[in-house]
């Protein structure tokens, strides 16, 4: 890069809308826009964890907003809210471990209404606002659990996995405002809604030794979430993006 050009890397100037920012990879993404410059609109249903979070984000000019993205006021609400901006991350999202022979409707409503209504219904609102700005950036996160399949996650999987199918259309359709579209999928994260699963039995230590590089943590997420919303990543859409220490490749998830 020669002297005195823009770094490709830096959120300086931009403004980053962020869900889910009062815990795990949400709060982590919130804190690493800001680190790299940006002025960050984040938003989370815990008023005192997103104070939390405010409390740690670099610079100024920052705007927090206590929203649940399932009642539609309040996620209509935040659209309108939110002003102008640079790009989105949709980390806002839940877990649960259900087999499906005990799977209940009111279980399908809360999975998808949170991990794939919410983030949906939300970009059509700032895209009908026009407050995502041209060459802006929107990125999913959706996880592994949408090509592998961990038992007891038919819900969660497959709520993960429209992410995936919303991401590569919705790429297509706004290709010509120079916005782009795309998925990061961590694997194990050490977060709460993790520590959370580990609680209803899942044995997070068994699958983080199956990964060459172990266990993950929120910054490992968040800085690859900063990539794809910097001008570095400015060719690259409807993509995928794998972050999980190597442990999915034996699976042969692409075949």
């Known amino acids: 890069m020669s002297a005195g050009a823009a770094?490709?890397?830096?959120?300086?100037?931009?403004?980053?809308?962020?869900?889910?920012?009062?815990?795990?990879?949400?709060?982590?993404?919130?804190?690493?826009?800001?680190?790299?410059?940006?002025?960050?609109?984040?938003?989370?249903?815990d008023a005192a964890r997103l104070a939390a979070t405010a409390d740690v984000l670099a610079g100024e000019g920052h705007v927090q907003c206590v929203a649940d993205l399932t009642v539609p006021e309040q996620l209509t609400a935040l659209a309108e809210q939110c002003g102008a901006i640079d790009g989105v991350v949709h980390a806002a999202g839940i877990s649960r471990l259900?087999?499906?022979?005990?799977?209940?409707?009111?279980?399908?409503?809360?999975?998808?209404?949170?991990?794939?209504?919410?983030?949906?219904?939300?970009?059509?609102?700032?895209l009908a606002r026009r407050r995502l700005q041209p060459k802006g950036s929107i990125v999913f996160v959706s996880a592994v659990a949408s090509h592998v399949g961990p038992l007891a996650s038919s819900a969660y999987s497959a709520s993960k996995a429209a992410l995936l199918g919303c991401m590569r259309s919705l790429g297509l359709e706004v290709a010509k405002q120079g916005i782009r579209v795309n998925c990061i999928a961590p694997g194990y994260v050490r977060t709460p809604m993790l520590d959370g699963l580990a609680t209803g039995g899942l044995n997070t230590d068994d699958y983080a030794a199956l990964a060459p590089l172990g266990m993950g943590e929120p910054q490992d997420v968040a800085l690859a979430a900063v990539f794809y919303l910097a001008d570095a990543s400015r060719w690259i859409?409807?993509?995928?993006?794998?972050?999980?220490g190597g442990l999915t490749v034996p699976m042969d998830i692409y075949a």
């Open 98 to 126: 259900v087999p499906l022979r005990m799977l209940k409707q009111a279980h399908l409503d809360e999975m998808f209404g949170h991990n794939v209504y919410a983030p949906m219904l939300l970009t059509r609102e700032l």
């Open 7 to 45: 770094d490709p890397f830096s959120l300086a100037g931009k403004r980053i809308l962020v869900t889910g920012a009062s815990s795990g990879i949400g709060r982590q993404t919130a804190i690493a826009c800001a680190q790299q410059g940006a002025q960050v609109v984040f938003t989370g249903r």
């Open 237 to 244: 859409t409807r993509n995928y993006f794998v972050i999980d």
